[in-house]
């Protein structure tokens, strides 16, 4: 079986989680679930051993061939190590879930699915080569996260939460979107692999640049990446297992993997390079800055996390400039991709385990308010060990993997001031010294999370529940990530040689042909570096801001409120929500004329100024079919009979008129030797006439009272407005081909291809049949709708009688 299939595996099992969550109510469902992953995570470890050798593998799934669309998955180290980080991680959540998530209480048929959707969505996405394709799985990843941060539908804040990631994420999908078409424009392609053949092409054209913009908008949303982050504090909303898996290890991995592996398309071009890594490290600042001022653990954690995908991401756009120089300057630069991949891989494995244990507290004590915990250690020693590993790690500190590619990231940072292109050499020692601040920052939160919670006093009399340890199923997983970040510390090499280098080399492509290649060695101990006095200050500066919190945590309320980016995101929807409603209320008069009036007034302008402004309107008399009098009769008896319409003084006399006119125009088919047409318009209108006349009963009468003069005009100017358009179009049309006619090819084939002998029934059946098709199925929903109002009318009128 082609390797792609799998990539839709978790989405098809989705399809039996309601029958087994109903069928099997004694079993939780996660359990079934659970068999998904760990088999995908197992499937996938096997691409390991070839992509250490350089392999890469294609699988294709046709889609549209015609258009050259189809669902192309291709393997390398990046997609290998994001498909077993998301398969791995994956599995660990559903085992936490079990135990967190109540089978009695829950949804979990709604909450699996939405996960096993969300799966499939991350594994299209880091698999696909074909960028429509990516685009795809991209929004399937915005709309499955709505769904499972709004899973507690029930919470305003959860509705808010979820709406929220979705507006500003599917944005950014948008906007990528624009950025793959251009990209497909200059590439003559839409595969990725032949994209990045053919890089050097494209750094020369318009659209080069504002590609860049447009898909790096689709990656800094995506990544909560400064302005955009607002969303992810946000979707703290949704159940912890959600936050764990979606907002540490995947779905805001997205963007990085997205950075990553376009990064040989456009790392020639300065502006990458600078809003990498510029973005990166303010929002890398940002984040750090204000995790300390929140008070919720997973607030905490939602703004470390923001701050941590900046550091990455301030590293995928430093290791842009390695393309740029060569020699041993070309190593310092390949060294921060190396450092990204590196973080990445730590960052999953710690931050999924601090998501875990901010669950595990709040399920244990009811509250996640740090104000209210304190003194769990001695109550939860588990929890506490695992809370201490993981934000002792996000601090970067030793002996735990964060402190080594916390190093890595200093000595990239610092290496950008030796970058003397694009002024780097003037700017570029503010990345060091914005690094360090932030770096600062880490530590205060990081310590901030683990010792405000498990140190210091009891409070047990603030807790709404009585706190005990968590069960021992809801600690296997952040036990075992927890195992894993101090693991990788001592280990560094075995994972980065099975992991980091594969991945470095597909990002990397043309500076590196083979893992082997990568020659970075990673070691605890440098000497007394710059990198090693910086992480001395970080840790003596970090404690004592720590130590004095209270007293400098103030500062925090010196920003007005209505001056945040969440003011101003509440202040667009507020405007956009009253705006709309007056804009509503305005146009919205309940009145037909109304509503048709604005329809066509703006049909009659858009039209007539497309005209003339493409120089559109042209009138050939040379080919008009001569008038004869019988036609010029026919013509008359129209217009008498349009009049008699408009001033029919009974709704009889008016139905009567309009027959007429149908009657009349069937004759002009007839004169002009166009019989089938004429038979059309013959059936269509005594159907129309005899339908008018069997709801005669219930049509209101005729009231030509409180039609003012002005309202005449302006019913007569836009009359004759959309007349004069129509047959404006219509001799144009008529007068000028810009394209062939069809009309040819229908006469060639009714017969030979359409076996028909009537022209007009083949092109409704045949040749437009799909049309014809929809146009039944709306007269049929039509239909329905009416009957319902029918007989809902009659239950009530029954109800009624039967009352009295």
């Known amino acids: ?64 061939p015609s258009l050259d669309i189809s669902f192309t998955a291709y393997m390398d180290g990046l997609s290998v190590l994001f498909s077993l980080l998301i398969t791995g991680i994956g599995a660990l959540v559903v085992l936490y879930s079990i135990f967190y998530l109540d089978k009695k209480r829950e949804k979990l048929n709604n909450f699996y699915v939405y996960l096993l959707m969300f799966m499939t969505a991350m594994l299209g996405i880091v698999q696909s080569d074909n960028v429509i394709s990516l685009y795809l799985f991209w929004e399937l990843t915005s709309i499955s996260s709505f769904l499972l941060i709004g899973y507690w539908f029930t919470k305003d804040r959860s509705r808010f939460g979820a709406l929220k990631s979705m507006l500003i994420t599917v944005f950014g999908g948008l906007m990528m979107l624009g950025g793959f078409v251009l990209l497909s424009i200059m ?60 907002h ?29 890594t510029g973005i990166g490290l303010l929002t890398l600042f940002w984040g750090s800055f204000f995790a300390v001022k929140q008070t919720d653990l997973k607030a905490i954690l939602a703004f470390s996390t923001v701050s941590q995908l900046g550091l990455i991401m301030s590293l995928f756009g430093a290791s842009a400039v390695a393309y740029h120089v060569s020699g041993e300057g070309s190593a310092i630069f390949k060294f921060a991709a190396f450092a990204g991949i590196f973080h990445l891989i730590n960052h999953a494995m710690f931050k999924g385990s601090l998501f875990m244990v901010a669950g595990i507290v709040d399920h244990e004590t009811g509250t996640r308010d740090i104000r209210k915990l304190g003194g769990l250690m001695s109550i939860m020693p588990v929890s506490f060990t695992v809370a201490f590993i993981g934000s002792m790690s996000m601090a ?8 080594l590619s916390k190093e890595l990231f200093l000595t990239s940072m610092l290496s950008l001031n030796e970058f003397n292109l694009f002024n780097f050499d003037t700017w570029g020692i503010v990345f060091p010294i914005v690094a360090w601040i932030a770096s600062v920052f880490t530590f205060v939160y990081s310590f901030y999370f683990v010792f405000n919670t498990f140190a210091g006093k009891k409070k047990e009399q603030a807790l709404p529940q009585k706190p005990q340890e968590a069960p021992f199923g809801m600690l296997i ?56 006095f910086m992480t001395l200050g970080i840790i003596g500066v ?3 801001l720590f130590i004095t919190m209270a007293r400098w945590q103030k500062l925090y309320d010196v920003q007005p409120q209505y001056l945040s980016l969440n003011a101003l995101y509440d202040s667009m929807m507020m405007f956009g929500e009253t705006g709309m409603n007056r804009l509503s209320r305005f146009y919205m008069t309940g009145l037909l004329r109304s509503y048709l009036m604005y329809m066509f007034f703006f049909i009659v302008t ?74 059309t318009q013959l059936v269509i209108e005594t159907v129309s006439v005899a339908l008018f006349l069997l709801a005669f009963r219930y049509l209101p009468e005729v009231k030509r009272h409180g039609e003012t ?20 179009i219509a001799l144009s049309a008529h007068s000028q081909k810009l394209i062939p006619s069809i009309s040819q090819y229908y006469k060639d084939t009714v017969f030979t291809e359409a076996a028909g002998g009537n022209i007009v029934n083949v092109i409704l059946v045949d040749y437009r049949g799909f049309d014809t098709l929809f146009e039944i199925a709306v007269l049929g929903i039509a239909a329905i709708g009416v009957y319902s109002m029918v007989k809902l009318r009659l239950s009530r009128k029954e109800k009624s009688d039967e009352s009295k």
């Open 187 to 246: 590439g003559d392609s839409y595969s990725i692999r032949e994209l990045i053949a053919n890089a050097p092409q494209m750094v020369g054209h318009e659209y080069f640049t504002l590609a860049i913009v447009l898909i790096l908008l689709g990656a800094f949303t995506k990544s909560a990446q400064f302005p955009f982050y607002i969303w992810l504090p946000d979707a703290m909303e949704a159940p912890t297992p959600v936050s764990a898996y979606l």
């Open 709 to 728: 003069r002005k309202i005449r005009v302006g019913n007569f100017i836009i009359a004759a407005a959309v007349g004069v358009t129509v047959t404006l």
């Open 542 to 544: 970090g404690f004592l």
């Open 1 to 64: 079986m082609e390797f792609v299939w799998f990539i839709f595996l978790p989405i098809l099992a989705a399809i039996l989680i309601p029958f087994l969550y109903k069928t099997i109510r004694n079993v939780h469902t996660g359990w079934f679930v659970l068999v998904i992953p760990v088999l995908l995570f197992i499937y996938y470890a096997r691409f390991v051993k070839g992509i250490l050798n350089g392999e890469v593998h294609i699988s294709e799934l046709p889609w549209i």
């Open 606 to 679: 858009i039209t007539t100024a497309a005209l003339f402004i493409q120089d559109a309107f042209k009138v050939d008399m040379d080919s008009f079919s001569p008038v004869n009098a019988y036609g010029f009769l026919t013509a008359i008896i129209i217009i008498v009979a349009i009049c008699m319409v408009i001033f029919a003084k009974t709704r009889l006399a008016a139905i009567i008129a309009l027959g007429g006119v149908g009657y009349s125009v069937a004759l002009f088919f007839v004169i002009y030797k166009a019989p089938d047409l004429a038979l």
């Open 477 to 532: 997983s952040p036990v075992i990530l927890a195992a894993i970040v101090v693991v990788i510390f001592f280990i560094p090499n075995l994972v980065a040689k099975a992991f980091v280098k594969p991945a470095v080399v597909a990002m990397q492509t043309g500076l590196y042909e083979n893992p082997s290649d990568v020659a970075i060695h990673i070691s605890a101990w440098h000497g007394w570096t710059p990198e090693l």
């Open 248 to 276: 540490s290890a995947t779905m805001v991995k997205a963007g990085l993997y997205l950075v990553a592996r376009f990064t040989p398309v456009f790392a020639s071009s300065e502006v990458w390079i600078w809003l990498v």
């Open 396 to 403: 970067g500190l030793p002996p735990f993997g964060g402190f």
